[in-house]
C-alpha cells in the first residue's frame, strides 16, 4: 500500500522561506519520479516541480531560481525548498509520486499562505 504525505505548510510574509517535505511509503522500488503540484482558490492544480530517480529536475517558469526540489533517498522524501516567496505562491502544495505500470498517487496537500 503506497502512502504520500505532504508537511511544513503554513503562513508566511512575503519574501520568506518553507520548506515543504513529502513522505513515501510504500513500493519505493517502484517509484519513477516525485513532483510538486499546486492549486489556487478558483484555478486549476500546476505542476511547480519534479525530481526522477536519476536526479533529474523541472521546474516551472514561475518559481524558477526560488525554488529548490531535492530528495533524501534514505528518509524516501521529498523536498520542495521555497524562498522568496511571493503572494501568488498561495496553494495547496500536493506531492505525487510517479510508479511503474503508470500509476500515480497523491498526498492530501498542504496549505501554504503568503500575506501580511
Known amino acids: 500500500q503506497v502512502h504520500i504525505v505532504e508537511s511544513g505548510g503554513g503562513l508566511v510574509q512575503p519574501g520568506g522561506s518553507l520548506r515543504l517535505s513529502c513522505a513515501a511509503s510504500?513500493?519505493?522500488?517502484?517509484?519513477?519520479?516525485m513532483g510538486w503540484y499546486r492549486q489556487a482558490p478558483g484555478k486549476q492544480r500546476e505542476l511547480v516541480a519534479t525530481?526522477?530517480?536519476?536526479?533529474?529536475?523541472y521546474y516551472t517558469d514561475s518559481v524558477l531560481g526560488r525554488f529548490t526540489i531535492s530528495r533524501d533517498n534514505v528518509k524516501s522524501t521529498v523536498y520542495l525548498q521555497m524562498n522568496s516567496l511571493k503572494p501568488e505562491d498561495t496553494a495547496v502544495y500536493y506531492c505525487?509520486?510517479?510508479?511503474?505500470?503508470?500509476?500515480?498517487?497523491w498526498g492530501q496537500g498542504t496549505q501554504v499562505t503568503v500575506s501580511s
Open positions: 525530481i526522477t530517480n536519476s536526479g533529474s529536475t
Open positions: 505525487r509520486g510517479s510508479y511503474t505500470g503508470s500509476r500515480e498517487y
Open positions: 510504500g513500493s519505493l522500488f517502484s517509484i519513477i519520479a
